[in-house]
């Protein structure tokens, strides 16, 4: 009988911890960040979390393509690229892809809904732009 009592208190401990990792997983879900740089010169972008408790320096050298994994939000963003610096908000809630293209070139249109062509050189004027500067 104690036997029985044991492996009952042992499966409920091992079911209650692994419900405890799986409710900690869903509350902060991760989705992922892909920086494409097809620029001459290193592109910084920093993430700042909406309650501002995490920041996330990513930089990517030119020519190349990093993936990233954060956690779903709309962050502050400050960015770095070809001498120039912008501020303002990016929507990382579903993997999302920023594009700089080369520091002498405009992007010729402004991407599909997740990939978003960063110009510093102008604003976009979409609405729904995931990518949003001052």
Same mark, same amino acid.
């Given at each position: ?75 502050? $963003? ?15 809630? $579903? ?40």
């Amino acid at each position: 009988m104690k036997k029985k009592i044991l492996i009952i208190l042992a499966l409920v401990l091992v079911a209650s911890m692994v419900l405890s990792v799986l409710s900690a997983a869903a509350a902060e879900r991760k989705v992922g960040l892909t920086i494409k740089n097809r620029t001459d010169r290193k592109v910084f972008v920093s993430l700042l979390s909406p309650d501002e408790t995490a920041v996330y320096w990513l930089d990517v050298s030119a020519g190349e393509t990093m993936y990233f994994t954060v956690p779903s939000a709309v962050y502050t $963003h400050t960015t770095v690229a070809c001498g120039l610096t912008a501020t303002g908000t990016v929507d990382v809630t $579903h993997w999302t892809t920023l594009s700089f293209p080369a520091c002498d070139k405009t992007p010729p249109n402004p991407g599909e809904r997740s990939i978003e062509k960063i110009s510093l050189y102008d604003t976009p004027d979409r609405k729904d732009f995931n990518y949003q500067y001052d």
